[in-house]
């Protein structure tokens, strides 16, 4: 599985920002992804999430995700939209992904997701 991040960058805060995963290579029916966040100092932590059985689950409010898939089920797109955006939203944001999975994303922790993007720096001026 591939995962590549796009988007991000510098938006002044109560602006909008948009991130989007772009993975390859997941090859099973049900499976989950999600985007984290690492701000400088902290650790890790998710801001939404989706699997294939129950959809989307949100920890942060100012984000709305969607999840897409090519036609031929070939990529699968995960987005995140930031409305509201403040200078506590800045950190790295990383798209994470576990295949074979058929169960709600949100009993699963960071060390659950086999696969990871590089990860994409939006910072969030005041």
């Known amino acids: 599985v591939q995962l590549v991040e796009s988007g991000g960058g510098l938006v002044q805060a109560g602006g909008s920002l948009s991130l989007s995963c772009s993975a390859s290579g997941i090859l099973e029916d049900e499976y989950a992804m999600a985007w984290f966040r690492q701000a400088p100092g902290k650790e890790r932590e998710p801001v939404f999430c989706?699997?294939?059985?129950?959809?989307?689950?949100y920890y942060e409010l100012n984000v709305k995700g969607r999840r897409t898939v090519d036609s031929d089920n070939s990529k699968i797109t995960l987005d995140l939209e930031m409305r509201s955006a403040r200078p506590e939203d800045t950190a790295i944001y990383y798209c994470a992904a576990v295949d074979d999975w058929g169960f709600s994303c949100r009993t699963l922790k960071e060390s659950g997701y086999d696969f990871w993007g590089q990860g994409i720096q939006v910072t969030v001026s005041s």
């Open positions: 989706f699997d294939t059985r129950y959809g989307l689950s």
